[in-house]
């Protein structure tokens, strides 16, 4: 079964409104976690890590006031989507690692969210 | 130089036939790969691991060059089932789980 459960899995919005994506980590502790976002034909690109109890940290190019990233827990990453428009639509996919050292990390994946802003 | 470079896509290739993707990371101190599936509007999805020089798992094998930092897939007899696109991803080293991702190769098996 899942490991790390994603909500909602698809959301359709209009225009300057804002969508919340929730990442829940659902039988281990995550104090990292990371979202990715995919547009068509294209891979996964890494918009931010959340780290819990502490500010998210953004990749260049990413706006860290229209990507608001809130860990407030050990096993639960938010994603808010602020003032959406139409280029923001896109899957947004969220991963948390389950880590056992160097070589035994792995990531779970959430289901991901297919956002439509209209 | 792209930190995780894939080979462009996409292959169409007939079932049963044999089909290889390559890989290349520029970090040399990465210590471990990955081979992710994603299908279509879906997450990733784990399909092999590589720590050491390769991993084989029955139609699949994973083969990891160090030397010239590149590491392949091989699929065998593929099936209609295995159409989807392939993600090398490699860990950022001592970054705690973060993935940098290839760009994906599609593959398409016909019958």
């Known amino acids: 079964g899942a490991v790390v459960s994603q909500h909602p899995s698809w959301v359709i919005c209009k225009s300057g409104t804002s969508v919340k994506i929730e990442c829940r980590s659902l039988?281990?502790?995550?104090?990292?976690m990371f979202w990715y976002r995919q547009f068509p034909k294209q891979s996964l690109m890494l918009m931010a890590t959340s780290n819990e109890g502490s500010k998210a940290t953004y990749e260049q190019g990413v706006e860290k006031d229209k990507f608001l990233i809130n860990h407030a827990s050990l096993t639960l990453s938010t994603l808010t989507v602020t003032s959406a428009h139409p280029e923001d639509s896109s899957f947004y996919i969220c991963?948390?690692?389950?880590?056992?050292?160097?070589?035994?990390?792995?990531?779970?994946f959430g289901q991901g969210t297919r956002l439509t802003v209209v | 130089r792209k930190e995780v470079e894939q080979d462009p896509g996409p292959f169409n290739v007939p079932e049963g036939a044999t089909v290889a993707f390559n890989c290349t990371y520029s970090n040399s101190a990465s210590q471990s790969f990955f081979w992710y599936r994603q299908d279509c509007r879906k997450e990733p999805k784990l399909l092999m691991s590589?720590?050491?020089s390769g991993n084989e798992d029955g139609r699949f094998t994973a083969q990891l060059n160090r030397a010239s930092q590149y590491i392949s897939l091989l699929i065998r007899d593929s099936k209609l089932s295995d159409s989807a696109t392939y993600l090398c991803?490699?860990?950022?080293?001592?970054?705690?789980?973060?993935?940098?991702f290839g760009q994906g190769t599609e593959l398409s098996v016909k019958p």
């Open positions: 991963s948390a690692p389950r880590l056992g050292g160097q070589l035994n990390t792995e990531a779970f």
């Open positions: 590589v720590y050491s």
């Open positions: 991803v490699v860990p950022s080293y001592n970054q705690g789980g973060k993935l940098i």
């Open positions: 039988d281990f502790q995550a104090t990292t």
